[in-house]
């Protein structure tokens, strides 16, 4: 399904874009045009074309600062997008808004409307209404990391479905809308932008654009006819997107470019000879959005109202769902956060990506951390016994003498130390609710004991302490007891013994 939606049917909307109004232009070039209603209502026309043309404008140009800030890197120029879309859209939307009531509330208009007069407006409104939703309510402001490199993949002809993978669930239908009304472009009265009449600039201004050089049927290039302008505006959109997509450096941080020294030998090989991004500009298209391009936490979206708690500054390496007795995560631990998300946080998983492009995110993790330490032993997992009653009753009583302080007697995470608990300074992070399944870092039977065993980490002042001091037995006996009782059935993975 991903590569139907990311990879398959953007080909069609861009076929379907830039082929369909030259077919027109040939066959019915008379139908090129907005079908005006400008003598009904003119003053309601005016204000709602104003907003809307300029808004689009405005949106047009957010839009290619977000596409070349993306493929570069620049989180000044994928914060111009956003405030310049958040003007526009609002212009936008207002001005389409009102010249849909217009077009329903006069009878003159009314009655002169065809359907793609109304679909086009509702197209508009969902599409800009999403994206404004994102900027203003979820502010997810870097979406255009993902966007950029994905969109930058189709131009060169190597569909990377996977960088539209982690992108929100808001960002993917903003997109797939947006391809969805390029398709239907051409069909509608809206394909009148394809014969602007540039030729304006270069005639004398007492020349009349005539009927006879507007429809003649010879196809011509000097910037006369409708024909010429679409001609020289299509080939240049398309010029330009395949340009940028293949002559546009990647971004590198440090001298990590493409390949990176996790993912040597036959492993990088692969990755470059396919074209698939990797490292630092995977780690940009994927991640920059949230921890920054520097990886300093302070990406665009960090104040998303959609996390959990604030995004990780890699810098400092102080990750909390490890898997080692030193509570230093190790690459095991980078690659199943990177690979499974932590979904109660906020931070999606990474599942689509090929195990050399994880790896070399690893890598990247690594030299954004500085001065990086060992990370010690792994935290020793004895095999899981089966998981019977009697185990679950030992498990419940070790939850209420360890546990329920914090995460409350049912799990709810409203334990007596509760309030107590702080992410950051001044920033307090509840226990996770493990009635509602919030279990960051994954509920099959492993993770769950690592957590009780490694604890979560947080420099001085851990989130959870180490409960090492349980033997491997006590340890199962309280997975079996959450698994069974506290956490809802449905959010169960992983393995589970057979219970007598």
């Known amino acids: 399904m991903s590569t139907l939606l990311w990879a398959v049917f953007p080909y069609v909307a861009l076929t379907l874009f830039f082929v369909v109004p030259f077919i027109r232009m040939i066959y019915r070039p008379f139908g090129l045009t907005t079908r005006a209603s400008g003598m009904f209502n003119r003053g309601v026309l005016g204000f709602a074309s104003l907003l809307l043309h300029w808004g689009i404008i405005l949106l047009f140009i957010g839009h290619l600062s977000g596409f070349f800030g993306g493929l570069v890197g620049s989180q000044v120029a994928v914060g111009a997008f956003f405030?310049?879309?958040?003007?526009?859209g609002a212009m936008a939307i207002v001005g389409s808004f009102v010249a849909l009531v217009r077009r329903l509330t006069v009878p003159e208009v009314r009655a002169l409307s065809q359907?793609?007069?109304?679909?086009?407006?509702?197209?508009?409104?969902?599409?800009?209404?999403?994206?404004?939703?994102?900027?203003?309510?979820?502010?997810?402001?870097?979406?255009?990391?993902?966007?950029?490199?994905w969109f930058a993949s189709l131009w060169r002809f190597r569909p990377e479905p996977e960088l539209m993978a982690g992108a929100g669930l808001f960002t993917q239908i903003h997109v797939l809308l947006g391809f969805l009304f390029a398709a239907y472009f051409p069909f509608t009265k809206l394909i009148h932008v394809w014969t602007y009449p540039i030729n304006i600039a270069v005639r004398p201004y007492q020349s009349m654009r005539t009927a006879a050089n507007k429809f003649r049927r010879k196809w011509e290039f000097a910037l006369r006819t409708d024909k010429s302008f679409l001609t020289y505006f299509a080939a240049s959109m398309v010029l330009i997107l395949v340009a940028a997509a293949f002559l546009i450096r990647p971004p590198t941080l440090g001298g990590l470019d493409l390949t990176t020294p996790a993912v040597e030998v036959a492993a990088a090989d692969t990755v470059?000879?396919?074209g698939v991004q990797n490292g630092y500009p995977?780690?940009?298209?994927?991640?920059?959005?949230?921890?920054?391009?520097?990886?300093?936490?302070?990406?665009?979206?960090?104040?998303s109202p959609t996390f959990g708690t604030l995004p990780r500054d890699l810098t400092a390496g102080l990750y909390r769902f490890v898997s080692t007795q030193s509570g230093i995560a190790s690459d095991a631990d980078l690659r199943h956060v990177i690979v499974e998300g932590l979904p109660s946080s906020g931070m999606p998983g990474f599942a689509a990506l090929t195990e050399e492009q994880v790896a070399s995110l690893v890598t990247v993790l690594d030299r954004l951390w500085v001065e990086r330490p060992e990370p010690g032993p792994a935290v020793a997992v004895t095999p899981q016994p089966p998981f019977t009653q009697e185990l679950r009753g030992q498990g419940r009583q070790l939850y209420a003498d360890n546990c329920a302080s914090c995460h409350g007697a049912r799990g709810a995470g409203d334990g007596d130390a509760a309030a107590f608990i702080e992410d950051f300074p001044g920033h307090p992070l509840p226990p996770a609710n493990l009635a509602a399944g919030e279990v960051k870092a994954g509920t099959d039977p492993v993770q769950l004991y690592y957590r009780i065993a490694a604890g979560i980490p947080n420099g001085d002042a851990p989130l959870m302490p180490s409960f090492s001091y349980l033997t491997p037995e006590e340890i199962w006996a309280l997975v079996a007891y959450l698994r069974a009782e506290i956490l809802p059935r449905g959010t169960l993975n992983g393995a589970l013994a057979a219970t007598p």
């Open 282 to 303: 995977l780690y940009v298209s994927q991640c920059a959005r949230c921890h920054g391009v520097s990886g300093d936490g302070n990406g665009l979206g960090k104040d």
């Open 272 to 274: 470059a000879d396919r």
């Open 115 to 149: 359907l793609d007069d109304y679909v086009v407006h509702l197209f508009i409104i969902a599409i800009i209404a999403l994206g404004l939703y994102q900027s203003v309510i979820d502010r997810i402001w870097g979406a255009a990391f993902p966007g950029a490199a």
């Open 83 to 88: 405030w310049i879309g958040l003007v526009g």
